[in-house]
């Protein structure tokens, strides 16, 4: 029999971060590449649009006009997935099976810029700048409120995920709860860092104990760059496409020189490093199809921001085994028409994926990074 070959054998790849698994079909993608490819599109978005909620000026749906803002935006959506606290305390469960907790919180949006036509691929480095500047005292702001357990930052983008309006905007959910996947995955850290010993030569998370994620990262650049999945890297970030992904190019972006566990962390320099691989990594998505990259985007640090002592200094604790990262998640597969779905298998059994991670960062790694729609003028 043949020696196991990963970029030609059908093989299950675990996701040790979520505890799951993916099966990988990778023999499905001997053949040529069938996919069509769509020619360069003008943007055809105005820099100004009179019945956009989020361009300066406008009234929102809730009646609120929005100031002249010439930087970043922040507001209370007007249709909150969760309310402030307090909220009504749950009856008793009809049974044991049927089990609700209630769950308060805010949502904010935030607008990158007041250019409606810009997207984080477009905007200047110094705009993603104060877009991570704005997301850090966010985050700040809201997990320091009383009753709040954990703080998402994320972006829908494009309509293809939902997002109603293209105008450049992300959002900041503060639950009064750790939601599903963040714990899963904090969980998976704080079992990596109790079981694991650490490997001479790599970061480690808070007190020493071994961090799941400065491993992989520290694995991942050391694979040569030709089999690996590592997309692009700076002096303080790397972007790859992870070992487990699900998505056709998803990509995740973490901190490779130490262990960073919140945005609240990052020096001057790694928060310039940071909003740097954003922006190249949102180049090179827009420039796979020439089209601007629908995704959904995530931050998972630490649930809230440390706490102060007397002398301002960051107090250390359990939840420091975060590990600052961004997942990416696009949907486009083939084309800027053609996406991935959820196919049966994958609704009933588990997910799957042709492409390789390791045949999509070679995708993405000879991609440009001068944006198609500057590179086209
Ligand atoms: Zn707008
Ligand atoms: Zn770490
Ligand atoms: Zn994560």
């Given at each position: 029999m043949e020696p196991f070959d990963p970029t030609i054998h059908p093989h299950r790849r675990y996701n040790p971060l979520t505890n799951t698994h993916i099966l990988v079909s990778p023999h499905r993608t001997k053949r040529p590449w069938l996919?069509?490819?769509?020619?360069?599109?003008?943007?055809?978005?105005?820099?100004?649009?009179?019945?956009?909620?989020?361009?300066?000026?406008?009234?929102?749906?809730?009646?609120?006009?929005?100031?002249?803002?010439?930087?970043?935006?922040?507001?209370?959506n007007d249709y909150a997935a969760v309310l402030p606290p307090p909220g009504p305390v749950t009856p008793p469960a009809a049974h044991p099976l049927l089990t609700a907790e209630s769950i308060q919180g805010g949502c904010d949006v935030i607008c990158f810029h007041p250019r409606h036509d810009l997207s984080l691929p477009t905007l200047s480095l110094l705009d993603v700048e104060n877009i991570v500047d704005e997301w850090t005292?966010?985050?700040m702001r809201r997990g320091t409120e009383p009753g709040i357990e954990y703080v998402q930052i994320f972006e829908n983008k494009g309509a293809m995920m939902g997002c109603s309006n293209p105008h450049p905007h992300s959002q900041v959910w503060s639950l009064s709860t750790v939601p599903t996947l963040p714990a899963k995955e904090l969980a998976s850290l704080h079992k990596y860092a109790s079981t694991t010993h650490v490997r001479p030569g790599v970061a480690t998370g808070p007190d020493g104990h071994a961090c799941l994620l400065c491993e992989y990262v520290h694995h991942e650049l050391s694979v040569p760059e030709d089999e690996g999945r590592v997309v692009i890297t700076n002096e303080h970030f790397v972007a790859l496409v992870p070992w487990w992904a699900y998505w056709p190019f998803e990509i995740m972006v973490l901190p490779h020189k130490r262990h960073i566990s919140s945005l609240v962390h990052l020096t001057v320099d790694e928060k310039h490093a940071f909003a740097d691989i954003m922006s190249r990594v949102t180049k090179r998505y827009d420039n796979i199809f020439s089209c601007s990259f629908a995704y959904a985007m995530g931050v998972h640090q630490r649930p809230l921001p440390p706490r102060r002592d007397d002398d301002g200094m960051y107090v250390q604790d359990a939840d420091?085994?975060?590990?600052?990262?961004?997942?990416?998640?696009?949907?486009?597969?083939?084309?800027?028409?053609?996406?991935?779905?959820l196919a049966g298998f994958e609704v009933m059994a588990e997910p799957q994926r042709d492409l390789t991670a390791e045949q999509a960062a070679k995708r993405l790694r000879n991609c440009s990074e001068v944006h198609y729609l500057l590179a086209a003028e």
């Open positions: 996919g069509q490819t769509e020619p360069a599109e003008p943007s055809n978005l105005p820099q100004y649009d009179p019945t956009c909620f989020l361009c300066p000026g406008n009234t929102r749906a809730g009646g609120q006009v929005n100031e002249m803002y010439t930087s970043t935006m922040v507001f209370e005292r966010v985050y420091d085994i975060a590990h600052l990262h961004v997942h990416f998640e696009p949907p486009l597969l083939r084309s800027a028409s053609v996406r991935k779905f």
